[in-house]
């Protein structure tokens, strides 16, 4: 279970990073006027880690049930 656990922890991380730089790299090389990979990114920004913790919030309620049934 740790080892699941550490393996989802890093692919988050290296998830995160990559949007945060994918962001910051199109703020400044997108040359179209809507900006619309920069938005999809900075929208993505903001949704990956919300969902992320929802996970995490989802886990912990079905773990915490799961102990008490038993």
Known sequence: MKLSKRIFAIIGI???IAL???TL???FVD???DKSYFKAALFLCVVVPIMIYAY???YRHMRDKKQKED
């Open 14 to 16: 290296v998830l995160l």
């Open 20 to 22: 945060f730089i994918t």
């Open 25 to 27: 790299v199109l703020a």
């Open 31 to 33: 040359p179209t006027a």
């Open 56 to 58: 995490i919030l989802t």
